[in-house]
């Protein structure tokens, strides 16, 4: 009997224990219907908007921008200000001035002032040509038509001065002389004079090289144009030594050539390029 109570009490416990494990799966259904309740609380409460709250937001900020707040009116929430509404509107900038052409502004007033300044040019030319066959002087006295502006050209040995002097002949005094009279009249262009040897080497108590020696000359010319009236304030003197050659230094006749000043009346137009090599046709 003892063996059959046991039987009695395992069959018991057994059905016990296979009963509670059947109802464990409503705690966790139970906690999910839980978890599905607090989610939808919570979307309906994001859902739902306080619809007076909101009708409160829209009025306060349609007082504030009619212009009984902050000063504006409609311009404030229309794109830019109103015909009307003259408070706020700034005057109209001036227009920007249209860039007038200058004497020196090549790319818009060049071909005109070129045509008239090309026709003073001959004219000139044509004046000094003119006296140099008068007085024999055609070999000595040359003028051309260049990029720069009209070069008169002269020779220093039987001209203007001995060799390695730069003091002027008395022969150079008509010349010169007639040469001013023609600066003095034109009386527009800027005159640059300008000193040139050939390239034997010079070396004196006073000229030790040929610089000095052909920036001594065109300045004795500057001097001599000043005195006979040409406004000082036009002219200028260089000396290039050596370096702009007109004829071949290899020869007597071209190293004669070479050994020149050149009177420039430059133009106007153009910037005068007195760092590079001046132009020689």
């Keep these: 009997m003892s063996a059959r109570g046991g039987n009695r009490r395992r069959r018991r416990g057994g059905a016990h224990g296979e009963h509670e494990n059947e109802e464990r799966w409503l705690l966790t259904y139970s906690d999910m219907i839980t978890l599905l309740m607090a989610l939808f609380i919570v979307m309906f409460s994001i859902a739902n908007v306080n619809t007076s709250k909101f009708e409160q937001l829209r009025e306060s900020l349609r007082e504030a921008f009619s212009g009984k707040i902050l000063p504006g009116g409609k311009s404030i929430r229309d794109t830019g200000a109103s015909d009307t509404d003259t408070s706020t509107r700034q005057a109209p900038e001036p227009p920007i001035p249209a860039i007038q052409p200058t004497v020196g502004d ?29 007085h024999g002087l055609s070999r000595d006295i040359q003028t051309v038509i260049a990029r720069r502006g009209l070069v008169v050209r002269l020779l220093t040995d039987r001209v203007l001065f001995d060799p390695g002097e730069a003091v002027l002949k008395p022969r150079s005094g008509p010349i010169l002389g007639r040469l001013a009279a023609v600066l003095k009249a034109e009386r527009r262009h800027p005159i640059m004079v300008e000193g040139h040897t050939d390239n034997v080497p010079i070396e004196s108590a006073r000229f030790p090289t040929n610089w000095e020696l052909s920036t001594a000359r065109a300045s004795t010319v500057v ?59």
């Design 106 to 134: 090549t790319s818009l007033s060049r071909e005109r002032p070129s045509r008239s300044e090309d026709e003073e040019f001959r004219r000139l030319k044509r004046q000094i040509d003119a006296y140099a066959r008068r």
């Design 223 to 281: 001097r001599y144009f000043i005195r006979a009236g040409v406004q000082p304030g036009r002219l200028g003197a260089a000396g290039y030594a050596y370096l702009h050659p007109v004829a071949s230094n290899a020869s007597a006749a071209g190293r004669s050539r070479n050994r020149r000043v050149e009177v420039v009346l430059l133009r106007l137009n153009q910037a005068y390029e007195s760092s590079g090599a001046p132009a020689t046709g």
